[in-house]
């Protein structure tokens, strides 16, 4: 038995009612009465994890076009991902993730190799970035 399916048993016997997307690499998956479920509910192709056990996916990419749909068909879900654990609430944890990637943008600039034009346009990219986030916490927050 995978590690990833042992988490997943272990995670509906506490709570079957919830629908289990797994962060795995590039890609969330859901196993086994998860998968079929998302496979009728999203058209989502079925496929096998292992010879005994089902799985669908979409890259991690496509996770804020996949929970939008899930909300909309009253479906729901939990996040697992091994960084962050059981994830809750899902706005905290699509920020997190964009900070994530904010972060890294910024640490991968070789400002000794651009114009200060691109430096401007640059950092002008990240403001417009952190402007989306926490105008959405905002909103939320109201």
Same mark, same amino acid.
């Given at each position: ?6 988490? %997943? ?10 629908? =289990?997307?797994? +962060?795995?690499?590039?890609? =969330? #998956? ?6 079929? /479920? ?15 056990? $089902? +799985?669908?996916?979409?890259?991690? $990419?496509?996770?804020?076009? =996949?929970?939008?749909?899930?909300? !909309?068909?009253?479906?729901? &879900? *939990?996040?697992?991902?091994?960084? %962050? ?5 899902? $706005?905290?944890? #699509? ?15 070789? &400002?000794?190799?651009?114009? &200060? /034009?691109?430096?401007?346009? *640059?950092? =002008? !990219? #990240?403001?417009?970035?952190? *402007? *989306? ?10």
């Amino acid at each position: 038995m995978s590690k990833l399916f042992a988490r %997943y048993s272990e995670l509906k016997k506490k709570n079957p009612n919830f629908v =289990y997307l797994f +962060k795995s690499g590039i890609f =969330y #998956i859901a196993l086994q009465e998860d998968a079929i /479920k998302l496979s009728e509910s999203l058209k989502l192709n079925l496929g096998k994890l292992n010879e005994t056990v $089902s +799985k669908v996916g979409f890259p991690v $990419s496509r996770l804020d076009h =996949y929970t939008k749909l899930l909300q !909309a068909l009253n479906i729901p &879900f *939990k996040i697992a991902d091994e960084t %962050y654990g059981i994830i809750d609430n899902y $706005s905290d944890y #699509i920020n997190n993730e964009n900070l994530k990637d904010i972060i890294n943008y910024i640490l991968d600039l070789d &400002f000794n190799n651009i114009t &200060f /034009k691109e430096s401007f346009e *640059k950092l =002008y !990219a #990240i403001q417009k970035s952190l *402007k *989306k986030i926490y105008s959405k916490e905002e909103k939320q927050n109201d």
